[in-house]
């Protein structure tokens, strides 16, 4: 089981960038394959971008693709999300997660655990 603690959020204007962070506890880390997702007010919790376990393979929702990135440091335990050109509608609340096995997944409930999650607030 892996503990997640998210950061980096905060509030920003539109065409801003942030940079979240999530570090993980425990010697396994790098037999995870993370996840982040978000969850604005009034909306259902969804899928942002994933990474294997690796680092080979990444993915991302439609609405982030081209913007965001995901990237892990197996050595550190540490997964991160930069967050380019930034539009009010990226307001959420963000979380990573952890899944063993081969993929990462769009589906949250694939995800076993799950960091307290961190504010993003984009101003237009």
């Known amino acids: 089981q892996a503990q997640l603690v998210e950061s980096g959020g905060g509030l920003v204007q539109a065409g801003g960038s942030l940079r979240l962070s999530c570090a993980a506890s425990?010697?396994?880390?790098?037999?995870?394959?993370m996840g982040w997702f978000r969850q604005a007010p009034g909306k259902e919790r969804e899928f942002v971008a994933g990474?294997?376990?690796?680092?080979?393979?990444?993915g991302y929702a439609d609405s982030v693709k081209g913007r965001f990135t995901i990237s892990r440091d197996n050595a550190k335990n540490t997964v991160s999300l930069q967050m380019n050109n930034l539009k009010p509608e990226d307001t959420a609340v963000y979380y990573c997660?952890?899944?063993?096995?081969?993929?990462?997944?769009?589906?949250?409930?694939?995800?076993?655990?799950w960091g307290q999650g961190t504010q993003v607030t984009v101003s237009s």
């Open positions: 990474i294997r376990r690796s680092g080979d393979n990444t």
């Open positions: 425990g010697r396994t880390f790098s037999s995870y394959n």
């Open positions: 997660a952890a899944r063993p096995g081969t993929w990462y997944s769009t589906k949250q409930y694939d995800y076993q655990d």
